[in-house]
């Protein structure tokens, strides 16, 4: 996948309701993250997609995103990773 921006749409929601600041979002893009389909999008080609991986300072971050038709991805929530998908982020 080739991204070539990074957009966040509730810079507010993601520090207040899940405590993540906007460079931890950035970080994990810049840290080789590994990316998985998470659902259709309600518009054609523009689908959700989640990135899993650590910012600089280890922690742990889901970033679920939409990946437009130009290349940006549209950061619409981040939070901590599930027990789960840290299982799934291991298995590089």
């Known amino acids: 996948m080739d991204i070539v921006d ?10 207040v309701k899940h ?4 460079r931890e979002v950035f970080e ?22 989640a990135a899993l991986g650590q ?5 742990y971050m889901t970033v679920f995103f939409i990946y437009k038709k130009n290349r940006i991805a549209l950061v619409t929530s981040s939070r901590d990773m599930s027990v789960k998908e840290r299982r799934r982020y291991g298995k590089k």
Do not use: C, M, Q, S
């Not at 659902?39 to 959700?48: A, F, I, L, T």
């Not at 910012?55 to 922690?59: D, L, V």
């Open 55 to 59: 910012t600089f300072a280890g922690r």
């Open 6 to 15: 990074i957009r966040i749409l509730d810079e507010e929601k993601l520090e």
């Open 28 to 49: 994990v893009f810049d840290n080789n993250p590994r990316i998985f389909f998470d659902e259709k999008g309600n518009v054609p080609g523009e689908d959700v997609y």
């Open 19 to 22: 405590g993540v600041k906007t």
